[in-house]
Nanobody, 119 residues
């Protein structure tokens, strides 16, 4: 059974920092691109950042320079460090595991964790 379990959300003032973690089980972690997405009320879910097993990074323009994604393959965990938070960062943050190759496609989501940034 695949599980992605997020932790670390909460309430923070603008300009503050929060760290999110996502622990994966039931997947061959090294084979997956791990990502963080977010969904604000009334908006579509959007990519925040993702990271390949080899460490290639990808960030949304809105978070570049403020957020840092990382992963620990031995611990099967992906992290998102969020600094200089803004009210616009308020959303439910979801962990994602994606595997796409010529033979197989798998996509899994965590349950989400709320991040609220007050002004």
């Amino acid at each position: 059974q695949v599980q992605l379990v997020e932790s670390g959300g909460g309430l923070v003032q603008a300009g503050g920092s929060l760290g999110l973690s996502c622990a994966a089980s039931g997947i061959l972690f090294n084979a997956y691109i791990m990502g963080w997405y977010r969904q604000a009320p009334g908006k579509q879910r959007e990519l925040v950042a993702d990271i390949t097993s080899g460490g290639r990074l990808n960030y949304a323009d809105s978070v570049k320079g403020r957020f840092t994604i990382s992963r620990d393959n031995a611990k099967k965990t992906v992290y998102l460090q969020m600094n200089s938070l803004k009210p616009d960062d308020t959303a439910v943050y979801y962990c994602n595991a994606n595997l796409t190759n010529g033979l197989l496609t798998r996509n899994y989501w965590g349950q989400g964790t709320q991040v609220t940034v007050s002004s």
